[in-house]
C-alpha cells in the first residue's frame, strides 16, 4: 500500500461554502466579516496529572484501550481526555478505514448518518502540533490534520494497525493501544467503499478515562513445584476426553507454560496434525488454529529445555521442539509406544493418567503419511485441580 494512499485517508477536504448571488439593489454587499482565529487549545492539566491514564474505546466490534502519552504531547493528550470525560465521542463512528493501515474516527459530524459526505471534515483546527521522534508503528494514535496544515488537529484521531513508518514525524502522535489492536485490526478489514468508508457504520458508543491498572500477575508464574504438581489438564478432544498429570519436578517451567497456554484458551480449537504409529501423537500447534489475539500472542515464545531421565514410555507428555532444542513453543506430543530415541533430548513434563484408550484411537486414525486424513479436534485443554 502507497503512501499516497494512507495520507489521503489521513487529509481532510475542505468544504466551500458558496456565497448569495442575489444582492440588494442599489446597495453593494458589505464586506465579509473575518473573525479572529481561535487561540490553540492549551491543556490546564500537567504532564503529571494526565501522566498513568488510559482511554477505554468501545466500539460495536469491541473495546480498545490506549495508554495515553502525555509525555509526548500534552495538549493532545489533555483535549482527548476533555473530550471523553463530556462525552464528545459518544455515538462517533470509525468513519475511514484502510485495510490492514489504518482506521480513522472522532469527528463529531458522524455522529449524524445524514452527513456521510461530510465526515472528516469536523472537529479539527484546535491544536497545534507536538511532533514527536514516536514511531507511528503498530498501535500508535495520531491525530488526523487537514491537508499541509501541521497545526491543525483535533477531535479526530486514527490508529495504526500495521507499521506506517513513512508517517513518522509527520503526525502528533499520543497514544498507544495497550489491549483490542485485533479489534482495531478487524475494524480496518470491515467492509468499504472505494473512499473507505465503511458499508456499515461502526459507533464508537463511549470513551473512558481511567487510570492504568497495576499489569496483570502472569498466570502459575509462582506456584510451587507441590502445588504446580495438584493440577490436572483434561485434553478434550473430538475423539473423547484425555487427562494429564504433571511432572513440575522434572520441568517446572514446561508446566507453567502449558498450564498458562491452555488458561489462555491458546490450545483451543487446535488439532492433532500428526500420527506416528507405535512412536507418538502430536499437537497443539497454532497454526492449526484461528489467529490467536494480542493478549494470546503475548504467552507464546521459546523455551529452554529442562530434559530429564525420564523415559519416553507409552502415555508420556513431551514437548515438541525444532532443531534447536529451545525452540519449543506450543506443540506437544504424546507417546505411543517406547521411545528411548527421544530419552534426554526432549523435555518430559507430564503423563496421561486416564484416557488412553483415546490415544490409541487417534493413533489408529486414517492418516495421509503422518496427517490425519480427517480432522481430530482438540477442541479444549480444561485446567482443574483435585
Known amino acids: 500500500m502507497g503512501l499516497r494512499r494512507v495520507k489521503a485517508a489521513l487529509c481532510i477536504v475542505a ?66 481526555m476533555k473530550l471523553a470525560r463530556e462525552h464528545a465521542y459518544d455515538g462517533t463512528t470509525f468513519h475511514r478505514i484502510i485495510r490492514m493501515a489504518i482506521v480513522q474516527g472522532g469527528d463529531p459530524l458522524s455522529k449524524d448518518p445524514a452527513k456521510t459526505s461530510l465526515y472528516g471534515t469536523g472537529g479539527l483546527g484546535v491544536l ?38 513513512a508517517l513518522d514525524g509527520k503526525y502528533t502522535i499520543f497514544g498507544r493501544v495497550a489491549e483490542g489492536i485485533d479489534v482495531a485490526q478487524n475494524i480496518s478489514e470491515a467492509p468499504a467503499d472505494a473512499d473507505g468508508r465503511p458499508n456499515q457504520r461502526i459507533v464508537i458508543s463511549d470513551v473512558t478515562i481511567r487510570d492504568t491498572p497495576p499489569p496483570e500477575a502472569e498466570p502459575f508464574a509462582n506456584e510451587s513445584a507441590a502445588v504446580l504438581a495438584q493440577y490436572r489438564a483434561v485434553l478434550e478432544t473430538s475423539l473423547g476426553p484425555i487427562t494429564v ?35 507418538v501423537v502430536q499437537a497443539g500447534a497454532i497454526n492449526t488454529r484461528a489467529p490467536l489475539t494480542e493478549k494470546q500472542r503475548k504467552y507464546v515464545h521459546t523455551l529452554k529445555p529442562e530434559f530429564s531421565d525420564t523415559p519416553h514410555v507409552k502415555g508420556i507428555l513431551s514437548m515438541a521442539r525444532g532443531d534447536d532444542p529451545a525452540s519449543a513453543t ?41 496427517s490425519p486424513v480427517a480432522r481430530i479436534e482438540l477442541s479444549r485443554v480444561r485446567i482443574v485441580r483435585p
Open 128 to 165: 497545534k502540533a507536538e511532533f514527536s521522534a514516536e514511531h507511528a508503528s503498530r498501535g500508535a494514535v495520531a491525530a488526523v490534520l487537514q491537508p499541509n496544515k501541521p497545526d491543525s488537529a483535533g477531535s479526530q484521531f486514527f490508529i495504526c494497525v500495521s507499521d506506517q513508518l
Open 15 to 80: 468544504v466551500a461554502v458558496s456565497s448569495l448571488s442575489a444582492q440588494r439593489r442599489g446597495a453593494p454587499p458589505p464586506p465579509p466579516q473575518k473573525s479572529a482565529p481561535a487561540a490553540p487549545f492549551t491543556t490546564p492539566l500537567s504532564v503529571a496529572d494526565m501522566t498513568g491514564k488510559q482511554a477505554v474505546v468501545t466500539t460495536a466490534a469491541g473495546t480498545i484501550v490506549i495508554d495515553l502519552r502525555p509525555d509526548l504531547a500534552p495538549n493532545h493528550v489533555g483535549y482527548f
Open 245 to 279: 498429570e504433571f511432572f513440575p519436578d522434572k520441568a517446572p517451567e514446561h508446566v507453567r507454560n502449558f498450564l498458562r497456554l491452555a488458561d489462555a484458551g491458546i490450545y483451543d480449537g487446535t488439532a492433532f496434525h500428526r500420527v506416528v504409529r507405535g512412536f
Open 330 to 370: 506450543t506443540s506437544f506430543f504424546i507417546v505411543t509406544g517406547n521411545a528411548p530415541s527421544l530419552d534426554g533430548k526432549y523435555t518430559v513434563f507430564g503423563r496421561v493418567v486416564d484416557g488412553l484408550p483415546i490415544v490409541d484411537a487417534i493413533e489408529q486414525s486414517a492418516v495421509n503419511g503422518e
